[in-house]
């Protein structure tokens, strides 16, 4: 524990990303199994710890501390896990500290009244460092400015691979991740998956620019509908399937309609939506199925869904990946000729006349669960993350971004008991940066969501201002930004409010800074 | 809690401690006929006193900075060497805090105040220790008055930074040290640690650096950092004052390891105020645990309280049963202090309503 306090203390210091990324690798070529497959996971943000509730904190302060003065102390320092780490009393007759992995396997086979007295022995036995990183840790706190894919690219410098392979194997190990460890250090053979039923890494689109429309090729590119829907993975491999998100979490349990009878093996890239008899349902309509614990047969009935298919990467027991666009949209085709069903379809594909009229089938699309337009490279290999140039998105609305809630403030008359001032950020170098507040544009249901999920996720509060857990994406439309000194960020949007609520989009993947940025007036491109 | 307003013969005025019937100040924040100065650093040495009694080094450091402003006569002492003023007698004794840095030992009638100015009780190869004084009325400082600030050991913080030296060599370490005492200070624990490679200097350190060679305090070979080409400067340690980390000198710095030697690299929300990129807590102010001590220690029943965070040692000498005040000096903005009072609150962007 005490390796990777001081990992995640020179990391909350760290200035850029390779910095960062020197110093989780120097921590995962010496740290020892099984520890280090834990710190890595809490850092990529893939540890389930139950974690200790801010009250438990205090009342274990409170055993150690005189209360007026831990109330200073609060009031100078803002932050609890820090103050509490800072203010425990020295333990002088320690001779070990607790190891992470010790930390996770005990709070995982504690019962809950046996948490408090865990915690305080190892308060105890660490030092100011190690004290707050474990208090970071259980609290679920842990922002060190570590996205997942940096985490993993750490990883690849312990062998000789791509970050695009250790990403596929990611999806299919486990915390503390030993066979992976096994593989890259060279004692083991690649972990197989070929009957695994594992999420396969996306390839993700870059949001086209108007310097991008001069420099690209048209005839280079294949157009399809961006649908308003949530991007999903369906994996079917011996008569069993599941439905994995974006970022691998697998969501079959929300979904048994789509799933129930499927047949064929296939890894297949699409987009989940409310699929009627009469048509393609709204974004709104998707929403009232996700998030749910339990699925009604009511909700099931009233709101199918189904699978509106982009791409293939694994056919039977052929990788697809390695193939161009094209040919991979014969082999998609082919195979849902193959596999018809009444809850799969493609996605059709649009032809392509040049700008002008992509620009009017952009801002006029045929069907209001449509936000825009693709645009793929014909002979674009799938790769997985974001790479330059092969994928383009061009979204009806250019005003919307997806930003990270950061703090949340009580409204005003009626909505005086209810969080409903929100204020987001975008990231830059890892750290996410104010960008705006907005308190409209969500649903009265949707709101006491929002409120739901400050209560639960408070980190901090500073008067009537809660922090939050950066963990909820909220997507926002404007009307239009310009420089600001006045702000932090250096950028001012007009009329922000929340267009929606990304409950499925990580955090990690909201907009950089940069790209609020390039959409101010008379700036293009990186200029 | 209320403060009932004693009458002593020591008072908290406009412009400073003020002993009435020695009729001098103590580090008074405006020029004063008499004044004790307990040690260098610009918030208690300020130029244009009159007459000055104050250590040899104090007013070698005073006439460092301030030339023939440090004032018009000086009664250089050494410690222990007891003056008197009218009927009060005056004894300086060392205060550990920097080169020269002294507690004014003060007794009237029977009674004896200590004032201890800034003062530490950790180790520290550029001066000497704090010395104990027992007394009926003891005024100490706060400035890292919280149970929240216990400083490392310094010699670990060292380590640490030549720890980082080893592991980046393509880089350089640019450690941000205030002029009088930290910078010295860091740099003797770098020769104790083994460190014998020359040690470069922003502009603004040489003078007291050199000062304290003078004045017989080894820190090994120093050179001035202004006109060495960039790569000169790869692997090297560079000691600058904190302003300039942030300005374009420090630019012209082969990928600088940014280091911030200060007791608030304590807390993290102030090191990554301070943009610190490895922050080191070496203070040369006590830390709560050496406050507390020192409280206990000289045994006075009245404490007062000059600078800081001066409610929490308010409460904790009230908590031991003695009488205790905080007192409101004015001017008092510590060298280690300047941006004691940001909120430690994040931004929290407004909209435009
Ligand atoms: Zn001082
Ligand atoms: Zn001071």
Redesign the pocket.
């Known amino acids: 524990m005490q390796a990777f306090g001081e990992l995640l203390d020179r990391l909350s210091t760290a200035p850029g990303r390779n910095v960062r990324l020197d110093l989780i690798a120097a921590y995962l070529q010496a740290a020892p199994d099984p520890d280090r497959g834990y710190a890595l996971a809490a850092l990529a943000g893939d540890l389930s710890l139950r974690t200790a509730k801010p009250a438990m904190i205090r009342e274990l302060a409170a055993t150690r501390a005189d209360p007026d003065l831990f109330r200073m102390s609060y009031d100078y320092v803002g932050d609890l896990a820090e103050t509490v780490a800072l203010l425990w009393p020295a333990e002088f007759r320690v001779n070990a500290t607790p190891r992470l992995s010790e930390i996770i396997h005990a709070m995982e086979s504690a019962r809950r009244v046996e948490v408090p007295d865990l915690v305080a022995a190892w308060l105890d036995r660490l030092d100011a460092t190690g004290r707050w990183a474990l208090l970071k840790l259980i609290t679920g706190g842990l922002r060190v400015g570590v996205s997942g894919r940096l985490a993993r690219t750490a990883l690849t410098r312990l062998g000789d691979v791509g970050l695009a392979e250790v990403e596929e194997v990611w999806h299919a190990v486990e915390a503390p991740y030993a066979p992976l460890f096994d593989w890259l250090e060279g004692r083991a053979e690649k972990p197989s998956l070929t009957d695994a039923l594992t999420f396969r890494p996306l390839m993700l689109a870059h949001p086209l620019e108007v310097s991008d429309q001069e420099r690209l090729d048209l005839s280079d590119y294949r157009a399809e509908w961006k649908w308003d829907g949530i991007r999903v993975q369906l994996v079917l491999r011996c008569g069993q399937a599941r439905l994995f998100s974006r970022t691998g979490d697998d969501i079959s349990r929300a979904f048994p309609d789509l799933l129930s009878d499927l047949t064929g093996d296939a890894v297949l890239d699409g987009e989940l939506l409310v699929m009627r008899p009469d048509g393609i349902g709204t974004f709104n309509d998707l929403q009232q199925r996700l998030n749910r614990k339990t699925v009604t047969a009511k909700l099931q009935t009233e709101q199918p869904v189904g699978l509106r298919l982009y791409d293939i990467l694994i056919d039977g027991d052929r990788d697809c990946r390695d193939l161009a666009f094209d040919d991979r949209r014969q082999v998609l085709e082919n195979w849902a000729a193959r596999h018809p069903s009444p809850r799969i379809d493609l996605s059709p594909r649009v032809p392509l006349s040049g700008w002008e009229e992509m620009q009017q089938a952009r801002m006029d699309p045929p069907h209001p669960a449509i936000e825009g337009l693709m645009l793929k490279r014909g002979d674009s290999t799938y790769h997985a993350g974001r790479p330059r140039g092969l994928w383009f998105k061009w979204k009806r609305d250019p005003h919307r971004v997806d930003c990270v809630m950061m703090y949340a403030q009580r409204g005003h008359g009626k909505r005086s008991s209810l969080y409903s001032d929100f204020t987001f950020g975008a990231w830059r170098d890892g750290e996410l940066v104010p960008v705006g507040k907005a308190y409209f544009g969500f649903t009265d249901a949707e709101l006491k969501e929002l409120d739901r999920f400050v209560r639960t996720n408070t980190v901090e509060r500073y008067g009537p201002v809660r922090a939050v857990n950066q963990t909820l994406v909220l997507e926002v439309a404007f009307d239009g930004i310009n420089r600001s000194r006045r702000h932090k960020s250096g950028v001012a949007m007009r009329f922000p409010r929340i267009a929606r609520i990304r409950w499925d989009k990580p955090a990690n993947e909201a907009d950089d800074l940069e790209t609020l940025e390039r959409l101010i007036p008379g700036s293009f491109g990186d200029g | 809690m209320a403060i009932t307003e004693r009458t002593s013969w020591l008072e908290p005025r406009p412009g400073g401690l003020y002993c009435i019937p020695g009729d001098f100040y103590i580090d008074p924040s405006r020029a004063a006929d008499r004044a004790v100065i307990t040690h260098g ?1 610009a ?2 040495a300020r130029p244009g006193n009159n007459h000055v009694l104050a250590t040899h080094e104090t007013v070698a450091i005073a006439e460092a900075r301030y030339g023939s402003a440090a004032g018009r006569s000086f009664q250089r002492v050494k410690y222990g060497e007891v003056t008197h003023m009218n009927d009060v007698s005056i004894r300086l004794v060392s205060a550990g805090h920097v080169l020269g840095s002294a507690q004014v030992v003060l007794e009237h009638q029977g009674q004896r105040i200590v004032v201890s ?2 003062y530490k009780r950790s180790r520290d190869p550029t001066c000497a220790p704090f010395e104990v004084v027992t007394c009926d009325i003891f005024i100490t ?1 706060a ?1 890292f008055g919280l149970p929240v600030f216990r400083h490392p050991v310094a010699a670990d913080e060292v380590a640490r930074l030549l720890a980082s030296v080893a592991a980046t060599p393509d880089r350089c370490h640019l450690v941000g040290v205030y002029a009088l005492g930290k910078a010295q200070r860091v740099i003797a624990l770098l020769r104790e640690a083994g460190y014998s490679d020359t040690i470069y200097l922003h502009g603004a350190l040489q003078k007291l650096c050199s000062l304290y060679q003078r004045l017989g305090v080894d820190l090994g070979d120093l050179a001035p950092v202004a006109g060495l080409p960039k790569q000169a400067l790869t692997g090297r340690i560079i000691m600058c004052p904190p302003s300039s980390l942030a300005d374009r000198w420090s630019q012209r710095m082969p990928s600088p390891v940014t280091a911030v030697a200060s007791g608030w690299m304590r807390v993290r929300a102030r090191a990554r105020q301070r943009g610190a990129e490895l922050p080191l807590i070496i203070s040369d ?1 006590a830390d709560w645990d050496e406050l507390t001590a020192t409280i206990r220690d000289v045994q006075a029943g009245e404490i007062w309280v000059t ?1 800081g965070r001066e409610d929490a040692l308010v409460h904790y000498a009230q908590s031991l049963g003695l009488e205790a005040r905080a007192l409101s000096l004015v001017g ?1 903005e ?4 300047q941006d004691a009072e940001v909120a430690a609150a994040p931004e929290v962007a407004g909209a435009d309503d």
């Open positions: 650093h918030d208690h100015g800034d400082e400035t102010h600078h008092r510590d060298e280690d202090d």
